[in-house]
């Protein structure tokens, strides 16, 4: 069975300061990951996702992860936080070729100025 | 080009009441999907359609859920003598088709029953 696990409820960072959410999957087959952010009262937005293609993957915003297949690790990070990236964010993992896309519990991202 | 759009936002019912939740997915887009997003978790799927047809209805919690895709775009879910547990924050996606394509998902559908 595919799981997702994301360290830390919450997590704050000064502006300009470097963004680490933390994302470990299980999975028994090639996974297909991904990071949704949702910002309040709005829908799901997709940042990024890997495919088995390369293993650092870069999204929007700023935004990249690196998918480390000895750690079971899809780590979000951004290098120099903005205001604006303060939101709710989602790791998924979706067996290749599936379509039941597994969440983890979500990160509060909160941005201090 | 326009996204998911669901209808209504924002639902307010009493417990024991029928409720239908509408999805208006990416024009071309086959696959649809719902989640359940309940308070302080991720989504949780519960129902998948390629076309018109439920491929997977394994999510759905139980019988009092139900969902209908008739003519392969619009979907409607129907929840039947609601309860304080569907409280909840039912989303929808669809993507072009179905496994290696993108999940986008509307802003969801904000249902309390009292």
């Known amino acids: 069975a595919q799981s997702v696990t994301q360290l830390g409820s919450h997590v704050s960072v000064s502006e300009g300061a470097l963004v680490l959410l933390r994302c470990n999957y299980s999975?028994?087959?090639?996974?297909?990951l991904f990071w949704y952010v949702q910002y309040p009262n709005q829908g799901l937005q997709l940042l990024l996702k890997?495919?088995?293609?390369?293993?650092l993957v870069k999204g929007i915003n700023g935004f990249e992860a690196e998918f480390k297949k000895s750690e079971t690790s899809f780590h979000l990070t951004k290098p120099s936080a903005h205001m604006s990236d303060a939101a709710e964010y989602f790791c998924?993992?979706?067996?290749?070729?599936?379509?039941?896309?597994?969440f983890g519990t979500g990160t509060r991202l909160k941005v201090l100025a | 080009g326009a996204g998911v759009s669901q209808t209504p936002s924002n639902k307010v019912t009493e417990k024991g009441k029928y409720v239908e939740l509408r999805c208006d997915p990416i024009?071309?887009?086959?696959?649809l999907y719902w989640y359940r997003q309940s308070l302080g978790q991720g989504p949780e799927f519960l129902i998948y359609?390629?076309?018109?047809?439920?491929?997977?209805d394994s999510g759905l919690p139980n019988d009092r859920f139900f969902a209908v895709r008739p003519e392969g775009s619009v979907s409607t879910l129907k929840i039947q003598r609601t309860e304080r547990g569907d409280s909840a924050v039912y989303l929808c996606?669809?993507?072009?088709?179905?496994?290696?394509?993108?999940?986008?998902f509307g802003p969801g559908t904000r249902l309390t029953v009292l």
């Open positions: 996606a669809s993507s072009l088709t179905v496994g290696q394509d993108t999940q986008y």
């Open positions: 999975s028994s087959v090639p996974p297909y």
């Open positions: 890997y495919t088995s293609a390369a293993t």
């Open positions: 998924a993992v979706g067996p290749s070729g599936t379509y039941k896309y597994i």
């Open positions: 024009s071309g887009h086959t696959a």
């Open positions: 359609f390629q076309g018109t047809g439920a491929a997977d």
